[in-house]
């Protein structure tokens, strides 16, 4: 291997001898903050979900690990995972839909873009649906609309409150309008799950963007929103393209959008399993005329 | 016709064509009658009509979808109902012209009527945003339903819209949350629907009129979840390759029936609806009038009922026991 120690390759660079300290730093007590590059004890980056609680940095998160930040040890219980991607229209750009979809499944690791189940937050029985935006820029395609649209009756046939994540680029080009129709099919279970007057919460984090935020999330009761999660419908660099001018660094962002009323509340991602404690508390169904009672009480 | 209006594909035959009625000018003005001379000539103008658009890709009927004088939504409402009463404004904010909707009574039956409007001419596109809505256009839309299952009047929608307007103010004013409060109003309304494209579905834009009992397309008007340019642009990085976009996503009436999304297909006349608004009006009316007629005779909770079973079964995936 004399040609690989030649000088091109053994020189020392900057590069690497900042990922030789990070990794150095991976083996010992410290994490190394990638926006505010601080070094953060490796137990508060984990305590806090991989977020910064300095700067406020929340890194990208699977579904699988949100949905363990969110529910009570061991009483998650999947649904519908046996639901599998096809390919309807033998969609081929630079590349197959069927070669994208392998490589997304990565030997089973993640099996869709979206995590559908119940479980419990708190000790409050939930429905639950976690988007993951590392498969396919958690687009919405068949699966996932069909996942999203059982949960909800799912949800509805049991009475559940609804947490649905959300985190996608929006709708699944390579599925053509069948995607575009999991709007419609997802929009459809929610109009019954209405009649069933229970709490339905949406959880918008970095991105959700597209044809996502022109169904479910936006239908529920109380929208919430992680901290500088950039939200919104048509894509920036289309805007700008329109508009023929750059926009604001915050357009889009959730601290916009809270002031703009579209959402209720941003919440710190080490905060959100007590955020929804507390909404799924207030919520919680009331047994016929105990309500008066309880004020009754109070008065006196 | 305006020379700015023919479409790449149409050329070599709109010149033929030009040829045959300078030479028959240029025989009438000899005092020549001799039509049966021209006919051959007709005839194979026709043939290589019929031929250019019975084997048009999928981008250039895109093209035809978007021609500039493709009868709007207004057009053919006017067309089916002469009684239209324009209803405007979502009481809120402002009247987006992009979103044309009102009553009119159609085949003795009042109906609410509703569609994006992309404007007749060039200053009235500008002023419709192209048939692009607002969010504002959506809630003007929610309104227009509601008084529809209010007064228990059917609604029919006509699609045609390249999206919804991308644009600062738009975004501010929750765009993506009024497409979906429009969607989520006309899947629980308790009256018939019958949408029908009648030239560009752009997308969600599209979508948020468009969830009905029944679904219709004309034979040129196109379906899709991205624009051909936007796709391109994301998948192919250039926007230049929007015709194979057009073609891998299956965007003509004839897939988008095949996929099971339209019911059925309208059929337009000859060389496009543009060509003679009229009979496509008619074309449509025959549709129109059969579909409604049918879904009056369903109770509302059957109406309900199929609904739900239509949007909730649609979509291809495949289950594997875990």
């Keep these: 291997m004399s040609f690989l120690t030649g000088s091109r390759f053994s020189r020392p660079r900057r590069a690497s001898s900042e990922s030789c300290v990070r990794k150095r730093l991976k083996e010992t007590v410290w994490h190394f903050c990638p926006q505010c590059r601080c070094l953060v004890a490796r137990d508060a980056w984990f305590g806090a979900g991989k977020a910064c609680q300095a700067c406020g940095y929340h890194a990208r998160i699977g579904s699988r690990e949100r949905m363990r930040q969110l529910v009570d040890v061991g009483s998650f219980v999947e649904l519908n995972a046996g639901l599998r991607a096809q390919d309807p229209l033998r969609f081929v750009d630079t590349r197959p839909y069927v070669e994208r979809l392998r490589e997304a499944y990565d030997g089973g690791r993640r099996d869709e873009a979206v995590l559908t189940g119940t479980g419990c937050i708190g000790g409050i029985p939930v429905a639950l649906a976690v988007m993951d935006f590392d498969f396919l820029g958690g687009s919405m395609g068949c699966v996932v609309g069909e996942r999203v649209a059982r949960l909800i009756e799912h949800a509805t046939a049991h009475a559940l409150p609804l947490v649905m994540v959300t985190a996608s680029g929006g709708a699944r080009m390579q599925e053509g309008v069948l995607s575009l129709m999991q709007l419609a099919n997802t929009t459809m279970a929610f109009t019954r799950y209405r009649a069933c007057r229970r709490l339905a919460v949406a959880v918008l984090t970095d991105p959700t963007m597209g044809g996502v935020t022109a169904s479910f999330p936006s239908l529920a009761d109380v929208i919430l929103a992680e901290p500088g999660a950039r939200i919104g419908f048509a894509g920036r660099r289309v805007i700008e393209q329109i508009l023929r001018q750059s926009l604001g660094a915050d357009f889009q962002v959730a601290e916009a959008l809270l002031r703009d009323g579209l959402i209720d509340q941003i919440v710190p991602r080490w905060q959100l399993r007590g955020e929804l404690m507390r909404l799924l508390r207030l919520h919680a169904p009331k047994p016929v005329g105990a309500g008066s009672l309880a004020l009754v009480g109070t008065v006196q | ?322």
């Design chain 2, 1 to 322: 016709m305006n020379d700015a209006y023919v479409l790449p594909f149409e050329w070599p035959v709109v010149e033929f064509e030009a040829r045959i009625a300078q030479m028959r000018a240029f025989a009438e003005g000899q005092g020549m009658d001799v039509p049966e001379a021209f006919e051959p000539l007709d005839r194979e103008a026709a043939a290589w009509r019929a031929r250019i658009f019975g084997s048009l890709s999928a981008g250039e009927r895109v093209q035809l979808a978007r021609h500039p004088r493709r009868p709007t939504a207004r057009d053919v409402i006017q067309a089916l109902s002469d009684d239209f009463y324009e209803l405007r404004g979502d009481r809120h904010a402002m009247d987006d012209p992009a979103i044309v909707g009102g009553i009119g009574s159609f085949g003795g039956v009042p109906i609410v009527w509703l569609g994006h409007h992309k404007g007749s001419d060039a200053q009235d596109r500008r002023h419709c945003n192209s048939g692009m809505p607002h969010p504002e256009g959506y809630r003007k839309a929610i309104r227009l339903m509601r008084h529809a299952a209010r007064f228990n009047m059917p609604l029919v929608s006509l699609i045609d819209t390249p999206g919804a307007y991308p644009g600062e103010d738009a975004e501010r004013h929750n765009q993506g949350g009024a497409i979906a409060n429009a969607i989520v109003e006309m899947a629980s309304l308790t009256v018939p629907t019958v949408s029908i494209v009648i030239g560009e579905g752009g997308s969600g834009g599209a979508l948020a009129l468009g969830v009905a009992d029944r679904m219709l397309m004309l034979e040129h008007a196109y379906y899709s979840v991205i624009s051909p340019e936007g796709c391109a642009a994301i998948l192919w990085k250039s926007a230049a390759k929007a015709p194979f976009a057009a073609q891998a996503l299956r965007l003509t009436a004839e897939d988008c029936h095949a996929l099971g999304v339209v019911d059925e297909v309208i059929q337009e006349p000859p060389w496009g609806a543009h060509r003679d608004p009229a009979a496509s009006a008619a074309f449509i009316a025959e549709a129109l009038q059969r579909h409604l007629s049918w879904l009056l005779a369903l109770s509302r909770s059957e109406l309900l009922q199929r609904r739900y079973t239509k949007y909730r079964t649609m979509g291809s995936f495949s289950e594997v026991q875990e």
